[in-house]
DNA sequence: TTTTATTTTTAGACAAATCTAAATCACTAA
DNA sequence: TTAGTGATTTAGATTTGTCTAAAAATAAAA
């Protein structure tokens, strides 16, 4: 069986996002600018998972996850988020602290730690940031894009893609500071004319319209 | 600000087991077998400590804890135990299974955490073991002994002394599995004969007379 | 295609924590 | 009081993860 110590572990997952959970290559600058370390001590760690053969890695060429690398990153992503969704549904941290935590937190090495933490919070499939939490096989579970007005009162989303992609509605989302990726939640929504107030990144308050609200896609 | 290393943070805390709280002065063969290193490594250790002032080192004689040491030990201790707290309380671990965990646990160097974690578990004055958990000072509680009879129902505690010495008590407790320093917790009281029934050890069940039960001091 | 710029790797050093083997110190017992 | 035993320290090696400086490979530009 394959074990990576602290460091490796988190230059997997780190790996594992900037390749897109598989499907790009990465260079060795892309690592170091994500770990922030030199790149000298990247193409040190990159030679060693290659050894341990959880990426593949060419000289000079960067590298690629491969399946078993996949699969142990996603281990660490899995842990990663149970640890968020404990610290901001029981212990009420906010978003922006959770994740030096959660990344401390996750070293911790017992399987059984995982599995009751996860028992214990109700086996949430999302963090609090919306990204699928893997399970103990490494399945992640993704989920339905809803137009704004589907949602719940008090749900939260992430904003994924628009319907309109005209240039004009862009530049709406634009200027009242709606983005894809911004983390929204839905404030209020008034039933007679449709629009909705929804928070954006939690300090923003935006009001938009019904025709507005359809056409931004949220990722529950 | 002193700070200190992981292997040095548990050191210290060994250190100040050993020492009794800062009573005693303690060997490196103590330190040695405590830690499960080699007595050369310990000396290397012990060398840095007392570099960083945390214990008075003298080479060939030992060892003493200085009161920065024992105030830096007791915040380790408190997150160890607060961690202990959450393992049995929150997650359904038993006595046996948490050290090891609590151990790796207590080294996030969050301080946030630990007063979010305190504040979530509600503050608790003692670990699972009744061992107690110092305060944000390293101040600690000592708590009063109790004979058995003076417990309420579901109490837990330990044996800490008996009132009565004599050696047909003694012989009393021993064949009956009750011992000094066993985690006891009373399971159901008769009130009409003062009579009770004690947990020992998580394991086995004792019943006692109001006589005995009123001889044996516990530290709730 | 040759030169230049950028990226990446190698080489060598360092700090932390451990080990083994050898040396040194302190106490004890003849 | 001196030799021996056991405890302790030193010396030197190893692993892990980092760094800087310099060399080498690739990519881009002239």
Redesign the pocket.
């Given at each position: 069986m394959i074990t990576l110590?602290?460091?490796?572990e988190n230059?997997l997952k780190a790996i594992y996002h900037l390749s897109d959970g598989g499907k790009k290559g990465v260079?060795?600058?892309?690592v170091?600018a994500e770990m922030?370390?030199?790149?000298?001590?990247?193409?040190?760690?990159?030679?060693?998972l290659g050894e341990k053969d959880v990426i593949e890695?060419r000289?000079?060429?960067?590298l690629h996850i491969t399946e078993e690398g996949k699969k142990l990153a996603l281990q660490t992503i899995r842990k990663h988020r149970l640890w968020e969704v404990f610290l901001v549904e029981k212990l009420k941290f906010s978003w922006d602290e959770v994740d030096e935590v959660a990344d401390d937190l996750s070293h911790v090495k017992s399987q059984v730690l995982i599995q009751r933490l996860d028992e214990y919070l109700g086996f949430p499939k999302f963090d609090p940031h919306g990204d699928p939490i893997p399970d103990e096989y490494g399945d992640v579970r993704t989920r339905p894009r809803l137009p704004i007005n589907d949602l719940d009162l008090g749900s939260i989303g992430q904003i994924v893609a628009v319907k309109d992609s005209s240039p004009a509605f862009l530049r709406y989302l634009d200027k009242v500071g709606a983005y894809i990726g911004a983390r929204i939640k839905v404030m209020d929504k008034t039933e007679f004319d449709g629009s909705v107030e929804i928070l954006v990144d939690n300090k923003k308050s935006i009001f938009m319209s019904k025709d507005v609200a359809g056409n931004i896609l949220v990722m529950v």
């Open positions: 110590t602290f460091a490796e230059y260079s060795t600058n892309d170091s922030k370390t030199k790149p000298a001590s990247v193409s040190d760690m990159l030679r060693k890695y000289k000079y060429y960067g």
